[in-house]
């Protein structure tokens, strides 16, 4: 490959365009060097930015200029065109930004701006503790140090491991295709430079709401000014015969994906019990590995409670043609040390077995100190529960959604990650309310499937496109309301769809 062949690609933008290439709301790629830009006029305004998302490198420019903001196409990441700052997860670090002139009708990117560094807020005796390390948790430090939180940050997590990137574990890394080192969210160092204190392999026992402390595992307490409750979920536990060998899983952490992983080395036939979306990813990881893969599950169709009969049939043939074999209408009643017993008759060979059968929110923290509870942690639109200072975010909260006008609770990455932000905030004093519309995706192969919005029921699904194609939109309706919309390789619709259902949010107030 010659030199010039590992330049980005489009014209080199310090030596300028001319401003009546780039319309208003349009998007231009070019080089500064040998960084892709971004180039976007919204507004009267042209700002310069990193041409790819600091989640997973997707491609800015077939993302959605919202406002002042930049929209990422794979999932839905929410970038500020004039600072760089990745306003909304799953990115978590702001975009580099240029200079832009504008002369002679021509316009030219010229300097790289600095960061802006915050400015402190708060006092610095105050602290925030945060019980959780997985998405929620993280992403609720990283906002307060951000911001510029002045007081002390501790995080609690009773996992081994510092936060990962969780989605991950069911998709490439769990197909050997993503080295480990792809998986924290932030390097060991990370914590120490942002003076958070992590105390890994840490349980929070107790909570005391009016005394403001928690009592740890080891029976010491821990007092807090501001307290966020981020504990997640954990993986349903079947009461099966045979239940507790070595070579049956569930998958929530990063030590469940590896001991996974080290078994598939040598596992030649995997039972893979229910048909849910971390056990059909991990049936798509384990056919990347080419293992032999049965799934047994309950239902009629795979996924049709979330996506409908459509998407089902579809996400079903998927896993046909890449050879997983489908026991459904069926279950399993004892697993033996090289087969599951089938409900309906008959044996399974099997040497790896997973149970992908659902989660629970872990709730009892909350629940023994006296919170509000309502299949979930209560919160309010502030994502502040019944006790003043105490929030709480993610997979246990349960919140007044605008978009539905219901209150829900979902297990969904980016609603997690976007919470924890919201109440990092608030612990800050800002007063911002959790409006962001529910968005999650799911990837089986190399088919990506997006979500906005949030259906429970519906009495239309209208399907643009082609779902066998794999190009279709589908739109879940209540009342000729759409409620969701879910997606393959229609990047754009989906990314309109969330704009749309955030207008109707900010109008709902
Ligand atoms: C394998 C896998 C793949 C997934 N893929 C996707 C996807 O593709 N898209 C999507 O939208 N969602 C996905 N999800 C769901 C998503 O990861 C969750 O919705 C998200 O992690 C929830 O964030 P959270 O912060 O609420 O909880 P978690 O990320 O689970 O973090 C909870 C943390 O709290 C800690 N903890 C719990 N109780 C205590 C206690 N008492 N004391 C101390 N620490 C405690 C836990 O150790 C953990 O660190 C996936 C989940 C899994 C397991
Ligand atoms: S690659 Fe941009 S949000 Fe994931």
Redesign the pocket.
């Known amino acids: 490959m010659s030199e010039d062949d590992k330049k980005p690609a489009g014209p080199d933008l310090t030596k300028g365009i001319a401003a009546t290439d780039l319309k208003d709301g349009g998007m231009l790629t070019g080089r500064v060097g040998d960084d892709e830009v971004l180039l976007v006029r919204h507004g009267g305004k042209v700002s310069a930015v990193g041409a790819h998302c600091t989640h997973y490198h997707g491609p800015l420019a077939e993302g959605l200029i919202v406002g002042d903001t930049v929209r990422c196409p794979w999932h839905h990441a929410c970038f500020d065109l004039e600072t760089g700052e990745a306003l909304a997860a799953p990115a978590l670090s702001p975009l580099p930004c240029w200079t832009v002139e504008t002369r002679d009708g021509r316009i030219f990117v010229t300097a790289k701006k600095e960061q802006p560094k915050p400015q402190p807020v708060g006092s610095a005796s105050e602290r925030v503790v945060i ?8 992403a609720a430090a990283e906002m307060l140090r951000r911001r510029g939180y002045a007081g002390r940050i501790t995080m ?4 081994s491991a510092a ?1 990962v990137d ?6 490439d890394y ?1 197909a050997g295709s993503a080295p480990e080192d792809w998986v924290p969210l932030r390097g060991d160092d990370w914590y120490a430079e942002n003076k958070i204190d992590l105390k890994l392999k ?4 107790a909570l005391d709401a009016k005394a403001k402390t928690l009592t740890l ?1 080891d029976g010491n307490t821990l007092a807090f000014d501001k307290l966020l409750l ?6 349903v536990k079947l009461d099966l015969p045979g239940i507790g060998q070595k070579h049956v899983h569930t ?3 990063l030590a ?2 590896r001991a996974i992983i080290a078994q598939a080395k040598t596992a030649k036939r995997a039972v893979v019990i229910g048909a849910s ?2 056990g059909l ?2 049936a798509a990881a384990l056919r990347a590995r080419d293992i032999e893969v049965r799934v047994v599950a309950p239902e009629k169709r795979p996924l049709e409670r979330v996506f409908g009969p459509e998407l089902g049939d579809f996400i079903r043939a998927l896993h046909e043609e890449h050879g997983v074999k489908f026991h459904l209408e069926n279950g399993v009643t004892a697993i033996g040390a090289n087969n599951v017993t089938l409900k309906a008759g008959g044996t399974l060979d099997a040497d790896l077995v997973i149970v992908g059968v659902g ?1 629970r929110p ?1 709730l ?2 909350a629940e023994k100190a006296g919170l509000a509870i309502d299949k979930g942690v209560s919160v309010n639109e502030y994502l502040e529960t019944s006790a003043p200072g105490i929030y709480a ?5 349960r919140w007044p959604d605008p978009v539905s006008g219901a209150r829900i609770r ?8 976007r919470q ?1 932000q919201t109440a990092a905030l608030n612990i800050m004093g800002k007063k911002e309310r959790f409006r962001a519309v529910p ?5 089986h192969y190399d088919v990506p499937i997006n979500y906005v919005g949030h259906a429970e029921k519906w009495d239309t699904i209208e399907i643009d496109g082609d779902v066998a194609k794999r190009d279709c939109v589908l739109r879940y309706k209540q009342g000729g309301k759409v409620l969701a919309v879910a997606s393959i390789y229609r990047d754009g619709d989906s990314l309109k769809a969330a704009a749309d259902m955030e207008r109707e949010a900010a109008k709902a107030g």
């Open positions: 019980v959780g390390g997985g998405a929620a948790g993280f609690l997590s009773n996992d936060p969780r989605p991950n574990l069911s998709k769990l840490t349980d929070a026992t595992g981020a504990t997640g979920a954990e993986p998958l929530r952490s469940d994906s979306f971390i990813e991990t989660v872990r009892a923290l975010a993610g997979d246990i909260a979902v297990e969904h990455w980016v609603v997690a990650e924890g968005f999650f995706w799911s990837q």
